[in-house]
């Protein structure tokens, strides 16, 4: 199973929007509604942002959002505060009946 | 709500078992709402799946380590665990237990990990 494409980094100014990309197959991507985001600070575990494509667990912030079409998922996070500056995973089940993670992405804010 | 706590051998040496442990409170491992699975991330590296279990004793795990891996529950403790065997430097990481939710759609919560180096 090879890992989801994500784009190695990505950045924006404080105020700004930026969009993370995660493209897969129709095998787990374009197959399932079992997409999620994960948020990690070095030295960190990883924190849980989007599910099922494009809700949010209670706690985190509305600036973050998350879409799909076809098998590329897609992050966006809005208004971009400098708390946001992380690396970035996306995750998505298979039809393998195991799961996949992104190659990561690592957010700058400038 | 529910937390996790990995614990076992920070360093183990090559070609011997790797064995973790992840203890889970505030919560029931045999509950049935949750898959509990075992994830890991090489020193500067992204995230890898490694297998999870249900508390029937129901496994599934990453292809690529299947040959090496086992998972197992013992829900009178509330704790699951990871063995695997023939370990090389490859397998130096941090391992994290995480909870499977939503019916298989994601990781939450995850336990702070426990990094394991596989060194002579």
């Known amino acids: 199973q090879s890992a989801l494409t994500q784009p190695a980094s990505v950045s924006g100014s404080p105020g700004q929007s930026i969009t993370i990309s995660c493209t897969g197959t129709r095998s787990d991507i374009g197959a399932f509604k079992y997409v999620s985001w994960y948020q990690q600070h070095p030295g960190k575990a990883p924190r849980l942002m989007i599910y099922d494509v494009s809700d949010r667990p209670s706690g985190v912030s509305n600036r973050f959002s998350g879409s799909k079409s076809g098998n590329t998922a897609s992050l966006t996070i809005s208004g971009l505060q400098a708390e946001d500056e992380a690396d970035y995973y996306c995750s998505s089940y298979t039809s393998s009946l195991n799961y996949v993670f992104g190659t990561g992405t690592k957010v700058t804010v400038l | 709500q529910v937390q996790l706590q990995e614990s076992g051998p920070g360093l183990v040496k090559p070609s011997q078992t790797l064995s973790l442990t992840c203890t889970v409170s505030?919560?029931?491992?045999?509950?049935?709402?949750?898959?509990w699975s075992w994830i890991r991330q090489h020193p500067g590296k992204g995230l890898e799946w490694i297998g999870y279990i249900y508390y029937s004793g129901s496994t599934f795990y990453n292809p690529s380590l299947k040959s090496r891996l086992s998972i197992s529950v013992d829900t009178s403790k509330n704790q699951f665990s990871l063995n695997l065997n023939s370990v090389t430097a490859a397998d130096t990481a941090v391992y994290y237990c995480a909870t499977v939710g939503g019916g298989g759609g994601w990781f939450d919560p995850w336990g702070q990990g426990t990094l394991v180096t596989v060194s002579s």
């Open positions: 505030g919560g029931s491992i045999s509950s049935g709402n949750y898959y």
